[in-house]
């Protein structure tokens, strides 16, 4: 069983677009994250949800807007795509105590 | 703020031979830190993690690292490079509420 899974995998899309990506955990984690890997392989983080509640929020467009239904799912929608956010998307959880699990990726193309 | 350095963004070795990746750290508080990697097109893994107690940590696929508090460094080795450690290496901190990840070193092996 995967322990965190991401949806879709890939996706292609054009500007001005509007795009979810789904992401769920069976870890029984508390915590979950957005990361954002660039094509320079940086990797930041964009968000954080504690049992459902918005715990980090770093400085991110409001077009990307997370939602987190209950604690083993955290969804990223992203309206009016732009080039920009070309990049692989990683979500994460943890439970208390360090070290993250991460899902293996979305690679999304804005066209 | 937490922050991480990882010196030198390629490094090739030839297989057999000695790997060490660089990283040092800035934390206000004792650190919680880590080294993932990524293997083409796929997520990111721990490979180990420092938390508390024995200073040199061993890791998966033979790696480890040495915890060094006053030269706040947290470098990665392995004794003997192999084809299939080719991959990209981060290094991480933890400010107990993210991870955040230095800007990687793609590791090269050669024949």
């Known amino acids: 069983d995967t322990a965190v899974s991401q949806t879709p995998k890939y996706l292609v899309t054009q500007m001005g677009n509007d795009k979810s990506i789904k992401c769920e955990q069976n870890?029984?984690?508390?915590?979950m994250y957005w990361y954002k890997q660039d094509s320079k392989k940086f990797l930041k983080i964009m968000f954080s949800?504690?049992?459902?509640?918005?715990?980090i929020n770093e400085t991110v467009p409001n077009r990307f807007s997370p939602k987190s239904p209950d604690k083993a799912h955290l969804n990223l929608h992203i309206n009016s795509l732009e080039l920009g956010d070309s990049a692989v998307y990683f979500c994460a959880s943890s439970q208390s105590g360090p070290g993250y699990t991460f899902g293996s990726g979305t690679r999304l193309t804005v066209v | 703020a937490q922050s991480v350095t990882q010196l030198g963004s390629h490094v090739s070795v030839s297989e057999g031979a000695l790997v060490l990746l660089r990283c040092n750290y800035s934390?206000?508080?004792?650190?919680?830190l880590f080294w993932y990697v990524q293997y083409p097109n796929q997520g990111l893994q721990l490979l180990l993690k420092?938390?508390?107690?024995?200073?040199l940590v061993k890791g998966i696929n033979g790696f480890e690292a040495e915890f060094k508090k006053s030269e706040t460094s947290f470098h990665l080795t392995k004794p003997s490079a192999h084809m299939s450690d080719a991959a990209e290496y981060f290094c991480a901190v933890s400010d107990r509420d993210k991870i955040i990840f230095g800007k990687g070193t793609r590791l090269h092996i050669l024949p």
């Open positions: 420092y938390t508390t107690g024995a200073t």
């Open positions: 934390s206000s508080v004792p650190p919680y």
């Open positions: 949800y504690n049992n459902k509640e918005l715990i």
């Open positions: 870890l029984g984690h508390d915590t």
